[in-house]
């Protein structure tokens, strides 16, 4: 199941299925996905955290609930796997990616293939040194999906995303930093899910417009010209400029204290 709460700003996605090592069924997924909208919608969402119950983030997709299943059976159609794909994993990649308010992924043990890109189609990514982030579709014989072929170069660079891709490599814990992968590893469950939080806490009291602007900003770059992205930082900081956060700033700066943002 998917438990989702909302508190201090934060709405929080908790996979919670630790048995399975919240492996996703299709109610789960199409639960990121229509939660990750109403976050887009609700202005008492500034920023949203995803994070697994258990030892585990997320195995995956739950076979029961995967079309490639189906393969071989007399019925199949392969066109049945695109469409799957995407109204489902492909949904909730594309929602958090272009959500215009800050994401947080606390990645507390295995992320394998879409559980993985769950994690990356994420602003910041926080890992365990236990987490292991595991691609096994060269040994299913399957393309790499779940917006993995987009995520990857863009995290680790072209060669490094073939290795994990092609190859099926594993990277743990501290290696997931090195990579470009996480943010940050930490050596106990307590102290990752602290700094989550704290995270979250600092992303939800900022400048919420402004964040989700440079946010889109820099996940255009890699399709953008410089002119082209020059172009929109124009228009963007025309559209800061006539939020009530900007003035909320200027307040902070001038009288030399914390700004108070209220996120419009």
Not at 117 to 143: E, M, Q, S, Y
Not at 150 to 161: E, I, M, S, T
Not at 173 to 194: F, H, K, M, T
Request: proline share 4%.
């Amino acid at each position: 199941m998917l438990n989702v709460t909302i508190s201090d700003g934060v709405m929080r996605l908790v996979l919670d299925r630790p048995d399975a090592k919240n492996a996703l069924t299709a109610e789960m997924r199409d639960g990121i996905t229509d939660a990750v909208r109403a976050a887009r919608a609700n202005p008492d969402v500034r920023c949203v955290l995803v994070t697994g119950a258990g030892d585990a983030f997320c195995s995956g997709m739950d076979l029961s609930a995967s079309t490639v299943m189906q393969a071989g059976s007399p019925d199949f159609r392969p066109r049945q796997t695109s469409e799957a794909l995407r109204s489902g994993v492909q949904s909730f990649i594309r929602e958090l990616w272009e959500l215009d308010k800050p994401t947080v992924a606390v990645v507390n043990g295995a992320a394998v293939g879409p559980g993985a890109h769950l994690a990356l189609a994420c602003d910041f990514v926080l890992a365990h040194t236990a987490t292991k982030f595991i691609w096994t579709f060269p040994k299913w014989g399957l393309v790499v999906d779940a917006g993995g072929a987009y995520l990857l170069p863009r995290l680790v660079g072209l060669q490094k995303a073939k290795a994990l891709v092609m190859l099926g490599e594993t990277v743990v814990g501290n290696d997931a930093v090195a990579a470009g992968l996480a943010l940050e590893c930490y050596d106990d469950l307590d102290s990752l899910r602290s700094a989550g939080d704290a995270l979250c806490a600092t992303l939800a009291s900022g400048p919420t417009r402004s964040l989700g602007l440079s946010k889109r900003l820099l996940n255009t770059s890699f399709e953008s010209d410089l002119t082209a992205s020059l172009e929109t930082e124009g228009h963007f900081q025309a559209l800061a400029t006539a939020s009530p956060d900007l003035l909320a700033g200027m307040a902070g700066f001038k009288e030399k204290r914390s700004p108070e943002f209220n996120g419009d």
